[in-house]
């Protein structure tokens, strides 16, 4: 017969058993979630609102409202990614020095390693061409303001770090973006690593003061933790609102009505369950280029 105390020991057994369940379940959500927002933002309806919440490279799902402040009814945040919490995190630009500092971290999902950015940004680049199979997509960068974002993103042209690689979500038309930038991204509805692939390395958020994400804006992905931005990014085709936690830097020049034409074919199944996902009309990067001309 069993005693007091081996029910006792049965149900504690028990609740340490659902509590680990419960961490399992949260830590493979975490995986999955990845867009913006390296992977560019979950899109959560909170109060009949969508909200976003940026998530890569295995980053939290916490939510954020459309406002500034967080909604009570948002899902709780999970652990941060082991990398995140044991490594250093990123300085931001040091305009004394002119020095940028990127910060190695190969720990947060799958990576196509080209080397790390030179610390000494270059501030020359003006244009970021993405040539796709639907044509041109131009972007103006902003040196000035992100200098360190835009050497990463030089940089990691250069290398060709992009070429081949698809943009793997595509938001709802109540969340307007589309996110690209995971070079290893199958975009095909079917991959659970999707928005997960980066650089290796991971740097500080800038530009933020005053950030508005409205239309033609091109924004880094990132985590809810700072200091998480890598590849991953985001291109704005109508208004969103968003807390000023995504570095802005570029605007589109030409090129917005591809996006559109895609959003109007929507997305394919398997996506987050909250209207994004893979894009039914792929977006391929044939080849980037910068230029130091705008």
């Known amino acids: 017969m069993a005693t007091g105390k081996d029910r006792q020991k049965q149900l504690a057994r028990e ?6 369940a419960r961490r399992a ?41 459309a406002a500034s402040t967080p909604s009570a009814s948002a899902e709780p945040s999970a652990e941060p990614s082991a990398s995140t919490s044991a490594a250093a995190a990123p300085k931001p630009y040091d305009a004394a020095t002119n020095t940028c500092d990127y910060v190695a971290d190969s720990a947060s999902g799958p990576v196509k390693n080209v080397g790390m950015p030179p610390a000494k940004p270059d501030k020359s680049a003006k244009t970021m061409t993405f040539n796709t199979n639907h044509g041109d997509i131009v972007v103006a960068l902003d040196a000035a303001k992100a200098p360190c974002t835009v050497n990463s993103m030089a940089f990691l042209a250069k290398k060709k770090y992009f070429d081949g690689s698809k943009c793997h979500r595509l938001g709802p038309e109540s969340f307007p973006m589309l996110q690209c930038g995971d070079p290893l991204a199958k975009a095909d509805g079917k991959n659970p690593t999707d928005g997960q692939g980066g650089p290796g390395y991971r740097m ?13 804006v091109v924004a880094m992905a990132k985590t809810q933790a700072p200091g998480t931005t ?7 085709f109508g208004d969103l609102q968003l807390p000023a936690e995504y570095t802005p ?25 909250d209207g994004s996902g893979a894009p039914k009309d792929p977006v391929e990067f044939k080849h980037v280029t910068i230029s130091g001309k705008s």
């Open 249 to 273: 830097f570029g605007t589109v020049t030409k090129g917005l009505e591809i996006l559109e034409d895609v959003s109007k074919k929507g997305v394919l199944p398997g996506g987050m369950g």
């Open 15 to 20: 609740h340490y058993e659902r509590q680990m």
């Open 230 to 236: 890598g590849s991953q990014f985001f291109i704005i």
């Open 204 to 216: 500080a958020e800038e530009n933020l003061t005053g950030a508005k994400y409205t239309r033609g």
């Open 25 to 65: 379940e949260r830590q493979a959500r975490q995986k999955r979630l990845a867009i913006i927002l390296t992977s560019v933002g979950v899109l959560v309806v909170v109060g009949g609102i969508f909200t976003a919440v940026a998530v890569v490279n295995g980053g939290d799902s916490s939510s954020q409202a």
